[in-house]
């Protein structure tokens, strides 16, 4: 999460995070250091922003389920795929 925050601050950084500590960051090649309470904040903000995705991830049927719900729904005129996306959407909605 620290290198996904420092990214989304700075899209060019280069640097090093030792042992994911976030007092333990080597900035190279010229990179200007972001302060680790910017980078603390910009975390948080990821983590509420994101909430949803992980959740979703393990609500989503398998892609074999999803593609052979796909394929009956073709087959029968059915909506079972649509449906079952639609509740996870809802059940773990965007923030």
Do not use: C
Request: aromatic fraction near 8%; proline fraction near 4%; charge should be negative.
């Amino acid at each position: 999460m620290i290198e996904k925050a420092i990214f989304e601050i700075n899209p060019n950084a280069s640097f090093t995070v030792h042992n994911n500590d976030i007092n333990n960051i080597e900035w190279t090649h010229g990179t200007e250091a972001i302060s680790v309470a910017d980078i603390q904040a910009k975390m948080s903000e990821i983590e509420t922003r994101d909430a949803h995705i992980i959740p979703r991830q393990k609500a989503y049927p398998s892609i074999q389920d999803q593609l052979d719900m796909m394929y009956k729904d073709e087959v029968n005129g059915t909506t079972t795929w649509k449906d079952a996306i639609a509740q996870v959407k809802a059940d773990y909605p965007k923030s």
